[in-house]
């Protein structure tokens, strides 16, 4: 059976998973805080016929070799974690981080994720919790009497008390980052969590050590820029259809092999 069948079969494979991420960016276009994925490739084991090399009559050596690569595989789906934009929203309990970091969230299980999307809500406690439920870590309550809510740019929740001149400063909201964030696994609900590849989270404050300060009334769009998904969607296609025609070509050739006459 010819090499080329299954070669072919590897590549148009690949560009179904590399659709499948592109379907799948384009999907969260409008998701606050997504980050948009990449498919990276590697070539198969390759067949080596003739080694570079080998030495041929009056000690020559033959140049080059002769290698038959067997086709290509998904290696990584890499996470671009660039910022594209803010969008203004006034709500007091939207936030936005302008650099690196993110939010920390407590699980139902005890354990910690994170996220980008700051989009918070108030829950039947008070508590600043994801649209999940979800709560901040550590965990911030706002009191039944405030009348309005200020976070700084590091990070300090401030309200104001029905009856009071004064805002009463009530807790203040860490940050974490990791050296490869690329490395942290996606669990849905645009949260993330660490692993091996991340590292350990390193915990501050937001606008201090490398930390990206806060910002009130804005949530962080989705960097997923359309055109450029399109033209990956389009590029992805053309390599599934060539792979495609690889796959004919060499049932054709069987074909004729096939008909051969005495």
Not at 57 to 75: C, D, F, K, M
């Amino acid at each position: 059976m010819m090499r080329s069948l299954w070669t072919a079969a590897s590549g148009m494979v690949g560009q179904q998973f590399n659709i499948d991420t592109i379907a799948n960016n384009l999907a969260n276009v409008n998701t606050a805080g997504f980050k948009k994925s990449r498919v990276d490739f590697q070539d198969l084991l390759y067949q080596t016929v003739r080694y570079a090399g080998t030495p041929v009559n009056a000690g020559a050596q033959i140049p080059t070799g002769i290698e038959l690569g067997h086709g290509v595989r998904p290696v990584a789906t890499q996470k671009i974690f660039t910022q594209v934009g803010f969008r203004q929203t006034d709500n007091p309990l939207d936030l936005v981080v302008e650099g690196e970091g993110f939010f920390r969230v407590l699980m139902p299980d005890g354990t910690i994720a994170y996220t980008r999307d700051g989009s918070f809500k108030q829950d039947g406690e008070g508590r600043l919790v994801t649209s999940d439920g979800f709560p901040l870590e550590p965990e911030i309550v706002i009191p039944e009497n405030a009348v309005s809510i200020s976070i700084g740019t590091d990070g300090t929740v401030s309200v104001l008390n029905a009856g009071e001149n004064e805002p009463t400063s009530l807790a203040q909201i860490q940050l974490a980052r990791f050296i490869n964030p690329a490395g942290l696994k996606s669990m849905g609900r645009n949260l993330l969590g660490q692993t091996a590849a991340s590292g350990d989270p390193i915990e501050g404050t937001p606008g201090l050590d490398g930390f990206g300060a806060l910002a009130q009334g804005y949530v962080e769009m989705s960097n997923v820029q359309v055109v450029e998904e399109m033209v990956n969607m389009i590029v992805a296609q053309r390599a599934y259809e060539t792979n495609s025609k690889a796959i004919q070509a060499s049932d054709d050739m069987l074909q004729t092999a096939n008909n051969l006459r005495r």
